[in-house]
């Protein structure tokens, strides 16, 4: 504990369909938060996963109260990962950009002041109250101990994110920017993708590379919330894919069968 309170504090922040959500999107923050770790300068105090409205209008795509609550249900056995569902209730489709300043206008609002500096505040964990939180849950939970600097934001993705930044006019090169050079990214490796090409081709992330954490993941895990609803559509298993409880929830609600 000692030896973490010199280090920067970060929170990790996902954003996505989660439709539904997967044991990889969950495998994603445990294998970040390991790295960050191992690199002897952070300490991952939090982690945020904030599901996209149904403005996104993606095929498929169940709606936003259901995609939420199969991610509170998937979080009910994690101690540091919370849902944010701001993004879901916006009556747009929201920019990625605009969810990480959401979040930290929320954190600098309750500090008053404060900038996102490495100036100590008083009582660090105070910022653990504005993470998302359920009510009547996170009271009295073993917390990492207090941090002794203000939390640092990062978006955390899987490989396939960063293919995308490539996809003309589908991110504005200014939110490209913003999001790597103010906030950092942490990018968990894929099967089948080249995370170093994917940087070496594109002028924004070799320039701000310094501030992408790139993750292997030791376990290659290519869990496709895509496969999911195909299996789920054709009635096949997809027990140990997804939390239990989630699968619970789908048969309930009758979610992503062919006749929902």
């Known amino acids: 504990p000692d030896k973490m309170k010199s ?6 922040l ?3 369909s ?12 445990e294998v970040a938060r390991d790295h960050l770790h191992q690199t002897g300068t952070y300490q991952v105090i939090g982690g945020i996963i904030s599901p996209v409205s149904d403005n996104y209008r993606k095929k498929d795509l169940a709606a936003a109260h259901h995609r939420v609550a199969m991610v509170r249900l998937a979080l009910q056995t994690s101690d540091w990962i919370r849902v944010d569902p701001w993004e879901s209730e916006q009556a747009q489709w929201t920019e990625t950009v605009k969810v990480l300043r959401f979040r930290i206008e929320l ?3 309750a500090f008053c002041s404060f900038t996102f500096t490495k100036a100590s505040l008083d009582d660090p964990t105070e910022l ?4 998302p939180q359920e009510e009547g849950r996170g009271q009295g939970r073993a917390v990492s101990p207090a941090p002794a600097a203000v939390p640092e934001l990062k978006l955390l993705c899987g490989a396939d994110i960063l ?6 006019n589908l991110w504005k090169d200014e939110h490209i920017q913003e999001i790597v050079e103010k906030f950092g ?14 940087i070496s081709d594109s002028p924004i992330l070799q320039r701000c590379q310094h501030n992408i954490l790139l993750v292997r993941e030791p376990v290659q895990n290519d869990i496709s919330a895509t496969y999911i609803r195909r299996a789920l559509a054709h009635g096949q298993s997809v027990k140990y894919l997804l939390p239990d409880a989630v699968i619970a929830y789908i048969k309930d609600h009758n979610l992503y069968s062919t006749g929902s």
Request: charged share 15%.
């Open 7 to 12: 280090r920067i504090p970060v929170v990790l």
């Open 14 to 16: 996902a954003c996505g």
């Open 18 to 29: 989660f439709n539904p959500i997967t044991n990889m999107h969950l495998r994603l923050f």
């Open 107 to 109: 954190w600098a609002s």
């Open 128 to 131: 653990l109250r504005y993470l």
């Open 163 to 168: 293919k995308t930044f490539q996809t003309p």
């Open 185 to 198: 990214l942490v990018c968990v490796g894929r099967a089948g993708h080249d995370v170093k090409r994917y």
